[in-house]
């Protein structure tokens, strides 16, 4: 049994990738705010175990850790995935406690459930595991008025290199998958257009959540001495590589 957890999996790349786990094989950890969308990803599976959990809490990650360990006595995949955009303003624009909501979630909650996460695969038996983060084509490039969610996705970049270079010693690969325009609730907006960074509105691609999920799951699948520190899975035709 490989016992998975994915946090964000109520809703949009967490789903997706919850799904295509459960498809390969995987017992699922279903970790999320709301308990009503993790019940409507596991969809009656038997492998799927829905999880309340808070990342912006310390102790509901606990929790949340705890019983893997408690149930399954091990764990062998993070999908470490929650994360939030927050309200998209010009830098001076931004307050305390938009940037506060944002860094909370997306560094503090990632890092919490990678420190629980190393932790488990370091005590168990056989050791190791994979630690997969969710990155951003914002860990390498920003789009306009999105200071604090650019801030940490290059934040989720440095994790990944002290994860990736202290697991080597506990056979725990840790990798990125940096994603452009996955078909989600998020990048809705993006069919009728979205800010470009000469000040102009553009329609841009998306593609197909799947082709993210399968990836991640091609990567989960890889033995522990093999690593995909950096990947990135895109839309062919967003405004990314080149200038527009």
Known sequence: MRIAVVTGAGSGIGRAVSTVLL?????????????????ETAAGSDAAVPVVTDVRSGESV??????????????????????????????DEVSDEDWENVVETNVNG????????????????PQGGRIIN???ISAHAPR?????????KHAMTGLTKALALEGRAHHI?????????????????????????????????TIDVTAVAEMVVHMANL????????????????????RG
């Open 23 to 39: 498809r390969d094989g995987f017992t699922v950890v279903l970790a999320g705010r709301d308990r009503t969308t993790l019940r």
């Open 62 to 91: 606990a929790a949340l850790f705890a019983m893997v360990e408690e149930r399954f006595g091990r764990l062998d995949l993070l999908f470490n995935n929650a994360g939030v955009f927050g309200r998209g303003a010009p830098v």
């Open 223 to 242: 033995p522990t001495d093999v690593n995909v520190p950096f990947v990135t899975v895109m839309a062919n035709g967003m405004p990314y590589i080149g």
């Open 110 to 125: 990632a890092f919490r459930c990678a420190r629980a996460a190393f932790g488990l695969m370091r005590r168990q038996d």
């Open 173 to 205: 690969a840790c990798g990125q998958i940096d994603i452009g325009n996955a078909a989600t609730a998020m990048t809705e907006h993006m069919a009728t257009g979205a800010l470009q960074a000469n000040g102009t509105m553009a329609a841009e691609p």
């Open 134 to 136: 969710n990155g951003s």
């Open 144 to 152: 306009p008025n999105a200071v604090a969610y650019t801030t940490t």
